[in-house]
């Protein structure tokens, strides 16, 4: 199998590739720019794993597709607060980078287009779970733009025949993390000796997925020639306050280390919970390897001994 993976120099995408790149009947494609020369360290041991092109989803990738067997989308921006302060990158990125990708793939017509989405697409989940069916809702530009993207992917699916897969994850967290998400940021400001920022009252709800999981479930719908839309997820639920307690816990530091952030400004219409329905998943015969109460510590402790990715 040939398999094109971009943003591969990304959180999930790199974790990707090197969950995949122990396969020898898979033939690995990386796609991703180069503009932080940080991010390439990701994929650092895995270069002779991976066949390198660099480039900009948005610009010439003219050829791309030519003999791929499976497409695999990481490529977006991805913070929300950025999104907000100016959309227009998201707009080009997600949207128009995945434009670019889909008439490549109208062109070389690969057997699977594996779209990564969000949860955020559906907006606010006050109670229960979002099936696959739900209708998006999304409150900001970065869920705007890759509800737009899926919504593109749907469409060269039905106009163009292009077999396609969407799957939608909770948060994922793990190693490389980059250093402004939540997660990497309390543990950089716990080792600090400084408070944790949570923005509104620190009761929005989030689930959260071992980027592991994440990486093994998508290949695994791979494998299974899953089409359509699934959620990817492990049902592993906190309040961000809790989130901020677990990891002081983890490094031994007092509970009061909080400063609570007026929201309303930095992100306004900031979504109460995310919270996805993974029964399709799960009837696959998936199931998550990793325990949240478990994996916290653990990857708390590879930042502590990484210090030098929190820079």
């Not at 993976?5 to 991703?32: E, L, M, Q, R």
């Amino acid at each position: 199998m040939k398999i094109l993976v971009t943003g591969c120099y990304g959180f999930i995408g790199s974790h990707f590739v090197k969950h995949i790149s122990g396969n020898s009947d898979v033939d690995i494609i990386g796609f991703a720019r180069l503009s932080d020369s940080k991010n390439i360290l990701r994929l650092l041991d895995y270069q002779k794993s991976v066949r390198m092109i660099h480039g900009d989803l948005t610009g010439d990738i003219s050829g791309l597709l030519e003999g791929v067997d499976v497409v695999v989308n990481f490529a977006a921006k991805t913070f929300v607060d950025h999104s907000i302060k100016d959309p227009s990158p998201f707009i080009c990125s997600n949207i128009l980078g995945t434009r670019n990708l889909l008439e490549q793939a109208r062109l070389y017509k690969p057997n699977l287009f594996v779209q990564i989405s969000t949860d955020e697409v559906y907006g606010s989940c006050h109670e229960g779970y979002f099936k696959e069916d739900a209708a998006l809702d999304p409150k900001n530009p970065y869920s705007a733009t890759k509800a737009s993207a899926d919504m593109l992917v749907i469409s060269y699916g039905n106009t163009y025949k292009i077999p396609y897969l969407i799957t939608r994850t909770e948060n994922n967290y793990g190693s490389y993390q980059h250093p402004q998400k939540v997660f990497p940021n309390f543990v950089r400001m716990a080792l600090a000796d400084k408070p944790l920022p949570i923005y509104g009252d620190g009761k929005h709800r989030r689930m959260w997925l071992r980027v592991e999981d994440h990486c093994s479930a998508i290949w695994h719908l791979i494998k299974k020639d899953i089409q359509g839309i699934c959620h990817i997820g492990a049902k592993q639920e906190l309040e961000n306050i809790e989130l901020a307690e677990m990891i002081l816990g983890a490094l031994k530091k007092p509970m009061d280390m909080i400063e609570y952030i007026d929201d309303s400004i930095i992100r306004p219409g900031h979504d109460r919970r995310y919270a996805l329905d993974t029964s399709r998943l799960e009837s696959t015969g998936w199931k998550p390897r990793y325990s949240l109460l478990d994996s916290i510590s653990e990857t708390v402790e590879w930042y502590k001994s990484n210090q030098w990715w929190l820079c």
